[in-house]
């Protein structure tokens, strides 16, 4: 079975600091992995994903993330923090048939002037 | 374009009420998904829809039920609610075309259950 977890349920960084959000998983297959963005009252919006190829995957709003098979990680970054960036941020890994995806309990990002 | 729609967006009901959560995609997908959302523990899958006519049950099934009423509506029934179904729903969509397709979400319904 596939799982995934998110390292800290909270991470507070500065405006224009690196924002680093870690996710690492677990699946007896090559998985396919997902990054989504939720702001408050919505629902979740997609990031970016991995399927097969690059491992450096890039997103949108500037946000990009890197497969690494060896450390079961999929670690989702951006350079230089906005304060726009401050939601909850959830790792999915696909699963078995019907599409279905296994989240992450999230990571609530704050972004301080 | 809308995307997925759910209605109501907010609702109260009384323990041991019934209660249907509709929710309607416009994208032409063939799968359909229905979670719940609660605080420090992510989004857990209630059913899903594979295709029209299909349904199964996901991570969280017990005390719902579900209809695929079409290929653009899944909606979620509560036949008898409890507190601890007070949650966050969600309803999501998909394309056909194995794991990679990723999923689209409307903006939830806040069920509270007194």
């Known amino acids: 079975a596939q799982s995934v977890t998110q390292l800290g349920s909270h991470v507070s960084v500065s405006e224009g600091a690196l924002v680093l959000l870690r996710c690492n998983y677990s699946s007896s297959v090559p998985p396919y992995l997902f990054w989504y963005v939720q702001y408050p009252n919505q629902g979740l919006q997609l990031l970016l994903k991995?399927?097969?190829?690059?491992?450096l995957v890039k997103g949108i709003n500037g946000f990009e993330a890197e497969f690494k098979k060896s450390e079961t990680s999929f670690h989702l970054t951006k350079p230089s923090a906005h304060m726009s960036d401050a939601a909850e941020y959830f790792c999915a890994v696909s699963t078995g048939g019907g599409n279905k995806l296994t989240f992450g309990t999230g990571t609530q990002l704050k972004v301080e002037l | 374009n809308a995307g997925v729609t759910q209605t109501p967006k907010f609702q109260v009901l009384k323990t041991g009420q019934s209660m249907t959560l509709q929710c309607a995609q416009d994208?032409?997908?063939?799968?359909m998904y229905w979670y719940r959302q609660d605080p420090g523990m992510g989004l857990r899958l209630i059913y899903y829809?594979?295709?029209?006519?299909?349904?199964d049950k996901g991570e969280v099934p017990n005390g719902y039920n579900v209809s695929r009423l079409n290929k653009r509506e899944f909606s979620l029934r509560l036949e008898s609610a409890a507190p601890s179904q007070t949650s966050v729903y969600f309803c999501a969509s998909s394309n056909r075309g194995g794991f990679s397709q990723p999923q689209h979400f409307g903006d939830g319904t806040r069920l509270s259950i007194l």
């Open positions: 994208m032409n997908h063939n799968s």
């Open positions: 829809s594979a295709s029209e006519g299909t349904t």
């Open positions: 991995y399927t097969t190829g690059a491992t």
